[in-house]
């Protein structure tokens, strides 16, 4: 395959980095294709239907003909080097598509001309924006619906603000684009180009007094002129550029990699990252500079685990000069470890390079002490630097998963440890009460896809049993607590004896666990057996077998015996008193309330808000997107969604989509509450 010059040095100027971002079908693989081939970097692109392309080298994407990982090529164009990742846009797959923008300077969102602004576009924005990232929508598929492209920029202003001006035009029906920034002549399908020129030069000259006096002036500033203050309006949001493009027939491609050159910044240029120095609330801000001669500071925003290759860790260097000799630790860990391999990707494929710059996306692999958003450094006072922490949709999909060979329960567990540490939105755990091991995903496909792994990659069958919601329990009332535990064996016996107070706590407040003992009679080596006994109640629950929350525990009287006390005794007695004190404190069952956005045409509108409210569900809001088509916010219990996608697809007739994310939890309704109980079997006493 043919490839750029990989071993050469690119100047930290003359590097850009983009991902791209964007709803499924949105072309953003073909994108990436054309663009690779365009540049000289492969021979022929590749596609989706014959599973040929380089970012979609995994053999399920292939098979299901959609992006599931984040993958990174990179390419040459015009003396610069550019690092693309490329992005899943399901909502199910957040946990590879999220951690991409921390290691670029332009958010690209992709958008389908055909489909126009759909609910993913418009939740990438927001992330890009959160991390405070240039921003550039490419609107792909210019060749698919021409007539169309007119009302989609006016959407694009209207939903993401009238900021988002076009760098070129489409003309002749799209089968290429017209530059309306540094040329102000000709026409394109939209009419002529100065209107478009004139607005942008009007935007970028606001951010620059200097300028603006200019303009005033003279009518015009030179666009060959404005490099800073465009630099200036991209990353401050003044400025969101729009380019069209078709990635199928070609047009736009060539300019699009001239815009990346010749407009988008360099990691000289862009805003740079949100790293803390510190730990917890000392925790300070700090900003790493892309000086090559400083001490290194890079962040690992993926890790891949293979079952032949080992993992590998895959980074973006913000500060300094990474070589093959280098010595760099992992976080706080106080043994480094030697690069003695550094590589750039290109897909699957692993291109040894000599160094890596501030802006090189690189990767390290067989370490491993790497793990997802680890900081390398080679300096030790660096220990307890890391970047601001993604905001990631909590996992609410839930599936009980068992091996299908009794015994191999523990390679189970290895396994699903690497196939979360290559995802953060994948949580896994081990109920106690049911002996359930519990798999926690954004969504049905996204567990799917962690099921057809296991038996793929690693060759491994489980049994499921239907999803498992993720219901809380907490308390509304204030209320005490008391256990006595005494057990005679012969010999030396037990005893723990423990009083103590519970209230609720806010929302989302967690735990807190009071020592108020006076005069010893709890003696100071058992308190931590008795707030090892509380929580393990916290873990296991008290009403439901469900995880308990929002709760403070004040410990405030007991007694011992100077020889039958032990750990056990008063982990046993807090157990039990915390259990007492629940049952006294009117608990309540939490259920996960879902925040849904559903893009559907707009004539089944009203059959999709009456179908929310039966589920007891609320519409919040609603907004057009394109013309015909409508977004639909809401809120709904968790519970009410099993096999949502076949009911909405009956509702619209397979053209509904939805995403959610965890809102927040509120009580069950007394009857739901009923029905968990009632089940449910209580802890051996012993």
């Known amino acids: 395959m043919p490839s750029p010059a990989h071993g050469a040095s690119a100047a930290i100027e003359a590097i850009r980095t983009l991902a791209l971002v964007g709803p499924s079908a949105a072309g953003k693989t073909g994108l990436v294709e054309a663009l690779l081939h365009r540049s000289g970097a492969i021979g022929t692109p590749g596609s989706l239907e014959r599973g040929s392309t380089v970012s979609d080298f995994d053999p399920l994407e292939r098979r299901m003909q959609h992006s599931l990982n984040s993958a990174v090529m990179h390419l040459d164009h015009a003396g610069t080097r550019i690092h693309l990742i490329d992005t899943p846009g399901g909502a199910d797959f957040l946990g590879q598509s999220l951690p991409a923008l921390e290691a670029v300077e332009t958010a690209a969102i992709v958008i389908n001309a055909a489909t126009g602004i759909e609910p993913m576009a418009v939740r990438m924005m927001e992330y890009a924006a959160s991390r405070h990232l240039d921003r550039l929508i490419v609107v792909n598929r210019i060749d698919a619906a ?242 601001k922490p993604l905001d990631f949709p909590v996992p609410v999909h839930g599936l009980a998963i068992e091996p299908k060979r009794h015994g191999d329960e523990q390679r189970m567990w290895e396994i699903l440890t690497k196939l979360v540490d290559e995802d953060p939105c994948l949580k896994v755990e081990h109920v106690a009460t049911t002996n359930e091991t519990i798999v926690y995903g954004l969504g049905e496909l996204h567990l799917r896809v962690l099921l057809e792994r296991l038996r793929d990659v690693y060759r491994f069958e489980v049994h499921t049993r239907p999803p498992r919601i993720a219901y809380r329990e907490t308390v509304t009332a204030p209320a005490e607590g008391h256990h006595r535990h005494k057990k005679q064996t012969g010999g030396a016996g037990q005893f723990g004896e423990v009083f103590l107070r519970i209230e609720p706590l806010p929302r989302g407040g967690g735990f807190e666990f009071v020592d108020e003992v006076k005069g010893g009679t709890i003696p100071g080596q058992y308190m931590p057996a008795v707030e090892k006994g509380v929580r393990e109640v916290l873990a296991h629950g008290a009403i439901a077998g469900y995880p308990v929350v929002d709760v403070r525990v004040v410990v405030y009287d007991g007694k011992h015996h100077s020889v039958d006390s032990k750990e056990i005794a008063f982990a046993t007695a807090g157990r039990k008193a915390f259990v007492d004190a629940i049952a006294k404190a009117r608990p309540i069952v939490l259920e996960p309330i879902v925040a849904i956005e559903i893009g559907a045409p707009d004539h089944a509108m009203g059959d999709i808000t009456g179908d929310l409210s039966s589920k007891r569900g609320m519409v919040t809001g609603t907004a057009n997107l394109t013309a015909g088509t409508v977004l639909i916010k809401g809120q709904v219990p968790m519970s009410e969604l099993a096999s949502y996608q076949s009911r909405l697809n009956a509702l619209t007739a397979g053209q509904g989509r939805y995403t959610i994310a965890l809102s927040h939890y509120e009580a069950v309704p007394p009857a739901v509450q009923q029905d968990l109980t009632k089940g449910w079997q209580a802890r051996d006493d012993e």
């Open 146 to 387: 021409p007539e169309k492209l007119p009302a989609l920029l006016e959407q694009i202003r209207a939903t993401f603000g009238t900021e988002c001006l076009p760098l070129n035009l489409p003309d002749a029906g799209g089968t290429k684009v017209v530059d309306c920034f540094y040329n102000r002549e000709g026409h394109s399908d939209f009419g002529a180009v100065d209107a478009a020129h004139r607005a942008l030069v009007e935007q970028v000259v606001e951010v620059d007094a200097a300028f603006v006096e200019r303009y005033l002036n003279d009518g015009d500033v030179d666009a060959a002129e404005l490099h800073a203050p465009l630099e200036q309006a991209l990353r401050e949001g003044h400025l969101i550029p729009v380019c069209f493009v078709s990635a199928k027939t070609g047009a736009g491609v060539a300019e699009l990699l001239d815009v990346i050159v010749r407009l988008l910044p360099s990691p000289t240029e862009g805003n740079p990252p949100d790293f803390l120095n510190g730990e917890g609330d000392a925790a300070v801000p700090m900003q790493a500079s892309p000086d090559a001669s400083l001490h290194v500071l890079a962040h690992v925003f993926k890790v891949t685990v293979d079952p032949y290759v080992g993992k590998m860790g895959i980074f973006r260097v913000h500060q300094g000069t990474l070589t093959r000799d280098s010595l760099l630790y992992v976080g706080d860990g106080r043994k480094p470890f030697k690069v003695g391999h550094l590589f750039m990707l290109q897909g699957k494929d692993h291109v040894e390079v000599p160094k890596a710059l501030p802006g090189d996306i690189v990767a390290v692999a067989k370490v491993d002490e790497i793990h997802f958003d680890a900081v390398l450094h080679d300096a030790a006072e660096d220990d307890h630097i890391h970047l």
